[in-house]
């Protein structure tokens, strides 16, 4: 007798709008719903972004400048999972052709970070699985978080 493999199913967001994300505003990036009928069946949850991150300053001391992004996932409004991606960039130089002698400091990235998360437990129904990004800490005098091309795939 013949076996049959069951395929899976997934169920994919992707966004290219451009949000520019405000000092501590929680915004809700990606989202998907699976309902679940089988509550020992795990949900496998890959999610990436294509974030382009910028500060710059200028200081009379050591310029040191950084952009933290939070990503947190949550099903059905509780959190599930998190991860932070954060770039710096420090300076020790002086330009002398500043005024003040003014440390000049700046940085423009484009990063992707990415995370895979398994849900284990999913409540039976409807289940809302959402991606939020929140910019946590900025040091420098003029700063931006942008999220870009970004995607949730959710495979059970």
């Known amino acids: 007798m013949a076996a049959f493999k069951k395929e899976t199913e997934k169920i994919c967001d992707f966004r290219n709008e451009e949000i520019e994300l405000e000092l501590t505003q929680e915004v809700v990036i990606l ?3 699976v309902c679940v ?12 972004v294509d974030e382009e991150l910028s500060a710059s300053t200028s200081a009379q001391n050591t310029a040191f400048i950084n952009v ?24 020790v130089g002086v330009d002398n052709l500043a ?11 484009h990063t992707q970070p990415n995370f895979t998360f398994c849900d284990e437990t999913p409540d039976i129904g409807i289940n809302l699985y959402q991606v939020t990004a929140t910019l946590k800490s900025v040091n420098g005098t003029f700063f931006s978080a942008i999220i870009l091309d970004r995607s949730l795939i959710a495979v059970y």
């Not at 009928?37 to 999610?47: C, G, H, N, R, T």
Request: aromatic share 8%.
């Open 31 to 33: 989202e998907v719903k």
């Open 37 to 48: 009928k089988d509550k020992e069946k795990a949900i496998k949850l890959d999610w990436s």
């Open 68 to 91: 933290t992004v939070e990503y947190r996932l949550f099903r059905n409004d509780k959190q599930i999972g998190s991860t932070i991606n954060s770039q710096n960039q420090s300076s």
């Open 99 to 109: 005024p003040d002698n003014l440390i000049r400091n700046s940085f423009l990235q």
